[in-house]
């Protein structure tokens, strides 16, 4: 039985209290109430600004010994890339993560790019040094445009052993397929909901606000029971986080997972309702 490992991505959002956490839960105790819940977490605050040692240290006590960590790399490298300061930016980046990397609790630095960021001769060359700079350090990148789902770029990540994100979002015109490509001995799975009529609007919040039906996420855990004949790890992260949604549908792919005998039966559910009480 492989390592699979389902958690969401961030945590601290105040409307989770009622939904997910406990009615009166302080923000500084999300966390602890979160490691009671999943194996892993992905942080997005890294994204808007650039992390700190001192604060990952305290993360890592704050969550306790058994909580793991993916962390999305500084929008200074992604979305905002300066050709003369990015190394300055990376380096910054990889002292400020060294906490989580000498505790064993480090999954992966994501590079999530932005649809913007297209396949051209620059960028590829970009990402080839980002990837070099970062070696060493596990890794996952994602697109956001279609134009990087291409036999090429799959070869270069599997030469890396980089993990191409596998990702649920909506079918439309220039965002990737669906494509459960597995490139390194971890697969990385972001589920973003198939909310098509806010994906290009400015609310990011009404963009992720999207419950997955009980008949797609038995469709994911297909793909999960799929990938598990490639990868000997798989990180799967739901981003669909308002109101709570994101943690209801990675509860009942855990169960579905367990009940397909891929996934062990551990962690505790939200109790009284919780996320099962949520809105559709």
């Not at 380096?91 to 000498?102: D, G, V, W």
């Not at 960021?117 to 697109?143: M, Q």
């Not at 390194?184 to 098509?196: D, E, M, Q, S």
């Not at 039906?213 to 490639?230: F, P, W, Y």
Request: proline residues 5%.
């Amino acid at each position: 039985m492989i390592d699979i490992l389902i958690g969401t991505s961030g945590y601290s959002y105040k409307e989770w209290v009622g939904p997910v956490y406990p009615e009166g839960t302080k923000q500084k105790d999300y966390l602890a109430c979160y490691a009671g819940l999943f194996p892993t977490v992905e942080l997005n605050f890294s994204y808007y600004r650039m992390p700190d040692a001192q604060n990952l240290a305290k993360m890592l006590l704050d969550a306790g010994p058994g909580l793991t960590f993916s962390i999305k790399a500084h929008r200074s490298l992604t979305h905002e890339v300066d050709s003369g300061q990015w190394e300055a930016e990376a380096k910054t980046y990889i002292k400020a993560i060294e906490p989580m990397l000498e505790a064993g609790r480090l999954e992966a630095v994501l590079f999530q790019f932005p649809y913007s960021f297209h396949y051209t001769t620059e960028n590829r060359r970009y990402l080839g040094e980002l990837l070099d700079y970062f070696k060493g350090i596990p890794s996952a990148v994602e697109f956001r445009g279609a134009d990087w789902c291409i036999g090429k770029v799959i070869d270069g990540m599997k030469s890396r052993g980089v993990p191409l994100v596998s990702l649920d979002m909506p079918d439309l015109k220039g965002l990737p397929p669906t494509m459960d490509v597995v490139t390194a001995p971890v697969a990385y799975i972001r589920l973003h909901g198939r909310n098509k009529e806010a994906w290009w609007g400015k609310d990011e919040h009404a963009r992720y606000d999207y419950l997955y039906t009980d008949s797609e996420v038995e469709a994911i855990a297909g793909r999960i029971e799929r990938v598990t004949e490639q990868a000997q790890r798989i990180l799967v992260y739901f981003n669909n986080h308002p109101f709570g949604k994101a943690v209801r549908n990675a509860q009942t792919l855990r169960k579905l997972l367990i009940k397909l005998g891929i996934l062990k039966a551990e962690g505790k559910e939200v109790q009284d309702g919780g996320a099962d009480s949520l809105p559709s």
